[in-house]
């Protein structure tokens, strides 16, 4: 009987011995097929409908849908050289600029016509009548330029929206593949997180930030009409407000996010290592290999994790890229036709264009740091849970 138990026990042990080894060979290929399994079982269809609603520019990198990216990311076949994102940086701000030129040159045209009139003699002009041209030429400007901060308010608004509805849609998919991957502590102190950004700050930048902007060119088109009205205090307190709600939105966000994700890694460590060890320790003989079963599962999870999100990055600046440089080109254009139009003696103009360009930047810095909090959470969501494998 003992005999029939020592070689009972010896053939099981042979088993283990030569199951491992063939478990080994074929991860490489079972790991591709979890991978595979786990893509089709995803749900990217509010991603997919989210990529129809954007413009051929912003989703020409995903023009073969959104897993495709994912795809190639996860098979190694996505570069991307610096010198190619600086040269299409370069070409947008100069095709931006080329189309600003004729637009600009209208406002320059008006003020070489004020200056013209300002400086002619008294005897063809009384000073009434030549006060008189000088508003209509200086109210023209306003409506132009009205118009035109009108149509960067509603991009800003538009871009910060699509931001954040691109954060509502990307997010649940990668926590929930973080939580796939052994991530539960960290998922659960993101979603706060999460909520705070795409509804808190968004809103604040929306509903009191864009307008506050909004009231400092208000402010700079009543003190261009009229020197007597004194508004300089004014528009001090309101660039301040503005630039300590940024800060503030900004500082408390990745201090929040970077403390959390920090604490939370450290306790999904230790329960995932305790749970790699318990399959292990209490299933005889065959814990082994469900542990690299468990490993399988958890390693496709946390590579697919990490390829939507790095897509989602890709996303991101997709979405950023052209508002950011019509911005950025809009208010260089306001700087440059302000000192040209200063030595021609048209100062209140030249003055109101500069202060339009300092509102500019003000709603620049909003959607860039909506931007820069996106891209603090997809990047701290990518670093996540990666050193369980």
């Given at each position: 009987m003992n005999r029939k138990k020592i070689c009972i026990f010896f053939l099981l042990v042979a088993i283990v011995f030569v199951a491992v080894p063939s478990v080994k060979t074929v991860n490489a290929e079972s790991l591709e097929e979890n991978i595979d399994e786990q893509l089709e079982n995803l749900d990217l269809s509010g991603i997919e409908s989210y990529l129809d609603s954007l413009s051929e520019e912003e989703r020409s990198i995903f023009a073969n849908g959104f897993l495709s990216v994912v795809s190639d990311i996860l098979n190694g076949k996505v570069s991307y050289s610096a010198e190619d994102v600086l040269q299409a940086f370069f070409r947008s701000m100069t095709e931006e600029f080329r189309s600003?030129?004729?637009?600009?040159?209208?406002?320059?045209?008006?003020?070489?016509?004020?200056?013209?009139?300002?400086?002619?003699?008294?005897?063809f002009l009384s000073e009434s009548i030549k006060e008189l041209i000088f508003y209509v030429c200086i109210s023209a400007v306003i409506v132009i330029l009205a118009a035109d901060f009108g149509a960067l308010v509603e991009n800003s608004k538009n871009t910060i929206q699509k931001l954040t509805n691109l954060s509502q849609i990307m997010m649940p998919v990668i926590i929930t593949l973080m939580i796939a991957g052994g991530g539960n502590v960290s998922a659960a102190l993101y979603k706060p997180a999460v909520a705070f950004l795409t509804n808190g700050i968004s809103n604040i930048f929306l509903n009191i930030l864009i307008p506050i902007v909004g009231l400092i060119v208000v402010f700079s088109f009543l003190s261009s009409l009229s020197s007597s009205l004194k508004l300089g205090n004014a528009q001090n307190f309101l660039n301040s407000l503005i630039k300590w709600i940024i800060g503030l939105s900004v500082t408390v966000f990745a201090f929040f996010m970077s403390a959390q994700g920090l604490s939370s890694a450290v306790t999904d460590g230790i329960s995932f290592r305790a749970a790699k060890y318990a399959i292990t320790n209490s299933i005889p003989l065959v814990g082994g290999l469900l542990k690299d079963g468990f490993d399988l599962i958890v390693a496709g999870s946390v590579l697919i994790k990490n390829a939507i999100g790095l897509s989602s990055v890709f996303l991101l600046f997709s979405v950023l890229l052209q508002p950011v440089i019509h911005l950025l080109v809009f208010q260089l254009a306001l700087k440059l036709f302000a000192a040209l139009i200063e030595p021609i003696g048209s100062e209140r103009i030249a003055a109101t264009l500069v202060s339009v360009s300092k509102a500019v930047s003000y709603l620049l810095a909003i959607v860039l740091a909506v931007g820069l909090m996106m891209f603090i959470s997809f990047l701290l969501l990518i670093l996540s849970a990666n050193a369980f494998i």
């Open positions: 600003l030129i004729p637009h600009f040159a209208i406002i320059l045209a008006i003020a070489l016509l004020c200056t013209f009139v300002s400086s002619a003699r008294a005897n």
